[in-house]
Nanobody
Framework: QVQVVESGGGLVQPGGSLRLSCVVS????????MGWYRQAPGKERELVAS???????TYGDSVKGRFTISRDNAKDTLYLQMNSLKPEDTAVYYC??????????WGQGTQVTVSS
């Protein structure tokens, strides 16, 4: 049974940092490209960063230069280092495969709130 579990969210002031983690179990993590998505209230879920099986990264314009995606295949874990956080980064963050044809079951997500 495939499981995706995100963690590391919380409340942080503008300009602060957080590191999100996503552990994938029940499948062979290293064969997938992976991505971090976020969904803000009243908005659609959007892909903000992705990483290929070989470690090539891509970022959305809104997070480029502030967020860093990485993966540890030995630990079946995906990370998102978020720096210089802004109130507009407030959302529930999820990880999954960017290719919708290969997506895994969605996890519960982790809430990130950026507020003073």
């Amino acid at each position: 049974q495939v499981q995706v579990v995100e963690s590391g969210g919380g409340l942080v002031q503008p300009g602060g940092s957080l590191r999100l983690s996503c552990v994938v179990s029940g499948t062979i993590f290293r064969i997938y490209a992976m991505g971090w998505y976020r969904q803000a209230p009243g908005k659609e879920r959007e892909l903000v960063a992705s990483i290929s099986r070989g470690g090539i990264t891509t970022y959305g314009d809104s997070v480029k230069g502030r967020f860093t995606i990485s993966r540890d295949n030995a630990k079946d874990t995906l990370y998102l280092q978020m720096n210089s956080l802004k109130p507009e980064d407030t959302a529930v963050y999820y990880c999954n495969v960017p290719d919708q044809r290969q997506q895994l079951p969605w996890g519960q997500g982790t809430q990130v709130t950026v507020s003073s």
